[in-house]
């Protein structure tokens, strides 16, 4: 499906953003149905790509995880979904102090 399509391009480091924009579309449209390891993988593959708005995306796949509750979730998929969240942080405030000596 849709989660093993974004992992797949994300674990080859393939630039693909049309193809991320048509997943996140998709996945919008079907997150109801997606399972712990789905949503997981999704969100690691997010985080690993650049997409340039990732935002709507992270609404909608949070409200889902929220939704399937902490313990659907093993700690790998935890990290997973941390992960996006923070890469979505980053993107909207950059630790400028750190990046500065760069």
């Not at 997981?40 to 997010?46: E, G, I, K, L, V």
């Not at 909207?92 to 500065?100: D, F, I, S």
């Amino acid at each position: 499906g849709l989660a093993i399509i974004a992992w797949a391009f994300a674990t080859l480091g393939t630039p693909a953003p049309q193809l991320f924009d048509a997943i996140a579309h998709a996945s919008e449209q079907r997150i109801g149905n997606f399972n712990a390891q789905e949503l997981a993988n999704t969100a690691w593959a997010f985080a690993i790509v650049d997409t340039a708005d990732r935002g709507a995306f992270v609404k909608v796949l949070s409200a889902r995880a929220a939704e399937m509750g902490l313990a659907a979730f093993n700690g790998e998929q935890r990290r997973h979904l941390h992960q996006l969240f923070l890469s979505v942080e980053l993107d909207a405030n950059p630790p400028t102090e750190l990046l500065a000596p760069i």
